[in-house]
């Protein structure tokens, strides 16, 4: 991914897209398509840069060309070193009374704290645990997951939620990621939690056919919350939870209609930050 340049700093390309805010959902889905593990969102005035790591400088560039037409777009890069400085500035999440979620670099005082403590490193470009999404999703599996569950984690990232779910009590949990990436990153903060013997991960982007969980978390963009709605029905058991994030407000109602139409409940509704998340339940 990276390479040196002349003075001996290893470097990044990452993608820069700049979009409005009614195509910010098309433009992070294309990122997502194309690899991105994750998507910073920088407001630009009434603008939105979307900035993501796809590969090497080339994988970009064709990136870069093939959007043009639609999207402002460019390759920017990024010398990795001092990106790392991020870390020193890293903040526990503390999700509610019952969970936080810890840089795996930071001392693990919130252990004192809270009943269940969540160590991640993203390492490259997966996400901490710390955007309003994932912490909406977090947050309805405390409430709403019931001890010695099955559970599907699409979207798997770093593993956040899969190792929430685990620590949580669940007795098998598979996660999917469309990023190369990410199956070894959520593997290896599995195993930094403790719970790699629940805990299954895989490279994907499509539910598995055949088998059914108690627990769907799915923590995408909408347009792939809604091209992926029967597959996700069909892959809860009758009775089971769906929980859905990833959402912009003006888009809300669209997953949840299309969900009830599949036979789905709406049992908890969540807003946090400009993002929402939902819970149903699958009524037939």
């Given at each position: 991914m990276g390479s040196p340049?002349?003075?001996g700093v290893s470097q990044a390309a990452h993608v820069v897209l700049t979009v409005d805010a009614a195509e910010f959902e098309l433009a992070a889905d294309a990122l997502r398509q194309s690899g991105a593990r994750a998507i910073e969102e920088r407001h630009v005035g009434n603008a939105i840069e979307?900035?993501?790591v796809l590969g090497d400088s080339a994988a970009s560039t064709a990136f870069v060309d093939r959007w043009r037409d639609r999207w402002q777009a460019r390759v920017e890069l990024v010398d990795l070193t001092p990106s790392d400085t991020w870390k020193r500035y890293a903040k526990p999440v503390v999700v509610n009374e019952k969970l936080a979620i810890v840089p795996a670099w930071m001392d693990v005082r919130e252990k004192e704290h809270f009943p269940f403590v969540v160590?991640?490193?993203?390492?490259?470009s997966f996400g901490l645990g710390d955007h309003p999404t994932t912490r909406i999703v977090v947050d309805l599996l405390?409430?709403?997951?019931?001890?010695e569950s099955t559970v599907l984690d699409m979207g798997a990232g770093?593993?956040?939620l899969s190792i929430v779910a685990a620590l949580l009590g669940a007795r098998r949990v598979v996660g999917i990621d469309r990023a190369i990436g990410a199956v070894g990153v959520a593997q290896r903060n599995a195993e930094r939690n403790g719970v790699s013997e629940v805990t299954e991960f895989f490279q994907g982007s499509t539910v598995p056919i055949g088998e059914q969980?108690?627990?769907v978390a799915a923590n995408i963009l909408a347009p792939v919350l809604l091209d992926l709605c029967g597959p996700i029905v069909r892959s809860v058991e009758l009775g089971g939870t769906i929980m859905l994030s990833g959402l912009r407000i003006d888009r809300r109602?669209?997953?949840i209609n299309r969900y009830v139409a599949e036979g789905c409940r709406l049992v908890d509704d969540l807003l946090l930050e400009g993002w929402c998340g939902v819970a149903m339940t699958k009524q037939q």
């Open positions: 340049n002349s003075g979307l900035w993501a160590s991640i490193d993203p390492e490259e405390c409430r709403l997951m019931a001890p770093s593993g956040v969980f108690d627990v109602q669209d997953v």
